[in-house]
T-cell receptor
């Protein structure tokens, strides 16, 4: 079946540093990937849509200069949280769409803690 | 995407059927009903989807009313591992390339 992985699964960083999160589709090509953020006891909130070979589309209220998204290949999208602050601490989840399928496959998530 | 309304939480005894309702009274003719679930600290998992006919797979059954304004997800024999937040979503069936907008979902607690 279609598998999406994320790396790392959890990360702790200091305030002011940058953190990169990878999202990979392991056994299928994904021209479109999505990034979500989830705060404790809240639902998933879409941050941006990542398209291979083009600029990401950000949802309203999401700072594109702070959350850098790169989709350099059909199996890899990265999210970089720049100049992280404690309020960026959250659970970040990616998903990928598969051609000829109605399903969207979600990664296991990355827990980011900014100290 | 049409908005959905789900109960905040539900309990179900282990081994019994769990019936999770969802209202989507503003659903359009080309929108499907999707169900996902999220087990604590994991990514969401696709369960099932349907347009107007009832659907069944190895995980669950989906019952959609004739007017399509509501639906019920049925887990026939709930286990402790089914404890999760269940999300009902309506969206057009344009494949996996369309973004998914999550509501608040129903927190299902399966009780031993």
């Amino acid at each position: 079946g279609a598998v999406v992985s994320q790396h790392p699964s959890w990360v702790i960083c200091k305030s002011g540093t940058s953190v990169k999160i990878e999202c990979r589709s392991l056994d299928f090509q994904a021209t479109t990937m999505f990034w979500y953020r989830q705060f404790p006891k809240q639902s998933l909130m879409l941050m941006a849509t990542s398209n291979e070979g083009s600029k990401a589309t950000y949802e309203q209220g999401v700072e594109k200069d702070k959350f850098l998204i790169n989709h350099a290949s059909l199996t890899l999208s990265t999210l970089t949280v720049t100049s992280a602050h404690p309020e960026d601490s959250s659970f970040y989840i990616c998903s990928a769409g598969r051609r000829a399928s109605y399903e969207q496959y979600f990664g296991p998530g990355t827990r980011l803690t900014v100290t | 995407d049409a908005k959905t309304t789900q109960p905040t939480s539900m309990d179900c005894a282990e081994g019994r059927a769990a019936n999770l309702p969802c209202n989507h009274s503003t659903i359009s003719g080309n929108e499907y009903v999707y169900w996902y679930r999220q087990i604590h600290s994991q990514g969401p998992q696709y369960i099932i989807h349907g347009l107007k006919n009832n659907e069944t797979n190895e995980m669950a059954s989906l019952i959609i009313t004739e007017d399509r304004k509501s639906s019920t997800l049925i887990l026939p024999h709930a286990t402790l591992r089914d404890t999760a937040v269940y999300y009902c979503i309506v969206r057009v069936a344009s494949g996996g390339y369309q973004k998914v907008t999550f509501g608040t979902g129903t927190k299902l607690q399966v009780i031993p």
